[in-house]
């Protein structure tokens, strides 16, 4: 099973807006790119410019990649009420 | 769970009580493996239990070492009369925590959903509410329950920044399954349980591990990575494959074939024991479950709900004093930290002081389930050759992996767990 399957199983609301921002420049610097590997939903890819970005919907809301994130470019805040992942099982 | 739990031991107290939920209904925001021991429960909560959504009662322990082709499984079968001393069930939480949300809305507890807080409303250094959305909420006493990541405790100034090291990543798959399917996998009579946790190759040198719960009508299985470990280990590779590979072994698959997975989650575990904890108390405000730290990795025993609960009760308890005394100064709330440090939880989590650094110890996944395996394996084996003696196959094995100098210094490391 994919991972983007897996995500279509959660019952999710996504917002307009998203609720994890990177900063480019800390970005632009890190090597090691941690978020890349410990996102469970694997949420973060480079574009083809080679920038990180991260895809908000479909977030489990764990906030495992603003604890890797070492260099403090995760910018992360729980989704506004009503909207982010339901839990039907937990 | 620890929010609720403080919110029930204050139901019949004549304040108002409000409780800010996050997600749509108490539980779904939240994740666990896992399962709730009851013994500890008990004395702080006597009465709530009677119709408690539990899944499963566990009566089967199972630890499997795993190695690269093979696995080891040490089974703990309780007799029917000693599983009532001390239960332990599996729970799942969106069915948890919307129950006991219903239990304490019914004490007349005011329970407000899709309402995350955004901030403290401060005077000075003290703590007089809360501010979600909108709206501004003033409180003789909030109470942090707003889980592991706890943004309130970060503003309140009662922690720095949480650390890699100190945290854990627990992913699962709830995978649906008929309830007499799970049964007879497990060998388990009607209504039993079954808690299997793995250690070892499956988590690739990464510190953590394996676990399937047993519920009702579904198995959860997922892995625990810490994110340091997570970090640091080579090769590098997608965490969520973990999992993936995991649920690709014979010990796995079969245990799953033809279940059909109904939900992905993922919650973040603290893995740092008392050195995790932040100060749990400030003007106006004390610190519960998850958001106070308090959890524990004990190794082959893995604790936070009850903690949880208990903290709550704890919080409610001196919230209640302090209300007596009309006095919710810091130094009237330090009254939780007392109590916190009197019951099991910190005397648990000081006797588990030097876990982490166990837990680090890189050879305790990656060498010793395999070594252990592998010998294992050498015993049961039959082949062309005429059979080694079964007393130079284990000396021969020991000798090779486990007389030697790191394995000494491992054992006196691990004597302090």
């Known amino acids: ?90 | 769970m620890a929010g609720l739990s403080c919110a029930y031991e204050l139901a019949d107290s004549g304040m108002t009580i409000l409780v800010l939920e996050r997600g749509d209904f108490s539980g779904s925001k939240n994740v666990t493996g896992g399962r709730l021991y009851l013994a500890p429960l008990r004395g702080y909560l006597p009465d709530l239990w009677k119709d408690a959504p539990f899944e499963r009662r566990v009566t089967k322990e199972l630890l499997t070492l795993v190695g690269d082709t093979h696995s080891a499984t040490l089974e703990l079968q309780s007799s029917p009369s000693h599983q009532q001393v001390s239960p332990s069930y599996t729970v799942l939480r969106a069915k948890f925590d919307r129950w006991l949300a219903d239990i304490v809305s019914e004490k007349g507890v005011f329970v407000i959903p899709q309402k995350p807080v955004d901030d403290l409303i401060k005077e000075g250094d003290k703590v007089i509410g809360v501010r979600a959305g909108q709206e501004e909420l003033g409180a003789d006493c909030v109470v942090a329950a707003d889980g592991i990541l706890s943004f309130m405790v970060g503003k309140a100034g009662l922690r720095k920044a949480l650390e890699p090291r100190h945290l854990a990543l627990g992913f699962k798959e709830v995978i649906a399954l008929p309830s007499e399917t799970i049964e007879d996998r497990f060998r388990l009579g009607e209504g039993e349980g079954a808690a299997q946790l793995f250690v070892g190759s499956l988590t690739k040198g990464r510190m953590g591990g394996g676990f399937v719960y047993t519920n009702k009508e579904s198995l959860s299985v997922g892995m625990v990575v810490g994110i340091h470990s997570l970090n640091q280990t080579e090769p590098r590779e997608e965490v969520y494959k973990l999992l993936d590979q995991f649920k690709e072994r014979p010990e796995i698959k079969n245990l799953i074939r033809g279940g059909e997975t109904v939900e992905y989650s993922a919650h973040l575990i603290t893995e740092g024991g008392i050195h995790g904890k932040p100060k749990c108390y400030t003007d106006g405000m004390l610190v519960v479950g998850d958001a106070a730290g308090l959890g524990l990795n004990m190794l082959v025993t893995v604790r936070g709900m009850e903690y949880a609960m208990v903290s709550g009760v704890l919080a409610g308890r001196t919230i209640k004093r302090a209300k007596e005394q009309n006095d919710f100064s810091a130094a009237s709330l330090a009254y939780y930290e007392k109590l916190l440090s009197e019951s099991f939880i910190l005397k648990e989590m000081m006797t588990y002081q030097h876990t982490l650094s166990i837990l680090e110890n890189e050879r305790l996944i990656s060498k010793y389930p395999q070594a252990i395996v592998d010998l294992f394996e050498k015993v049961m084996t039959v082949d062309q050759r005429p059979k080694a003696s079964l007393y130079q196959t284990l000396c021969q094995g020991l000798k090779k992996e486990f007389f030697n100098l790191q394995t000494l210094k491992d054992w006196i490391q691990f004597r302090k767990l």
Request: one cysteine or more.
């Open chain 1, 1 to 90: 099973m994919k991972i983007t399957e897996k995500l279509a199983l959660n019952a999710m609301k996504n917002d307009k807006s998203s609720h994890i921002e990177l900063d480019p420049r800390i970005c632009a610097t890190c090597r090691e790119r941690y978020c890349l590997y410990a996102c469970p939903a694997n949420l973060y890819s480079l574009n083809e410019k080679g920038e990180m970005v991260v895809e908000f919907a479909g977030c489990l809301e764990c906030g495992t990649c603003m604890i890797a994130c070492i260099y403090g470019s995760v910018r992360w805040k729980y989704p506004e009420g009503g909207f982010g992942v339901q839990y039907r099982f937990g």
